[in-house]
């Protein structure tokens, strides 16, 4: 884990250096509408949400709501989807 402009990275790696996974934090301004207004929709009652962009071009929103995490992960077009990191 490692920080990019006050945003947080996650990376994994093999031993031979091939990436596996990768996540993103991005700025809610620089996630599409869509996929905005989803987590506005999925994440009620949520203080703030936080996107990740993950190395599939998925997204996710994870929020507090009443003391506990919730998370969805989305396409780029907002559609609901299963979790795929």
Do not use: C
Not at 37 to 59: D, E, H, R, T, W
Not at 69 to 82: K, L, N, S, W
């Amino acid at each position: 884990t490692w920080h990019v402009d006050g945003l947080e990275r996650e990376a994994e790696v093999t031993a031979s250096g091939e990436l596996l996974e990768l996540e993103e934090e991005v700025r809610s301004e620089q996630v599409p509408s869509t996929v905005r207004a989803m987590a506005l929709v999925k994440l009620p009652n949520a203080q703030s949400i936080k996107f990740i962009k993950l190395k599939s071009g998925n997204y996710e929103a994870e929020a507090m709501i009443d003391g506990t995490e919730h998370e969805i992960t989305m396409t780029a077009d907002g559609r609901e989807i299963a979790d795929d990191d």
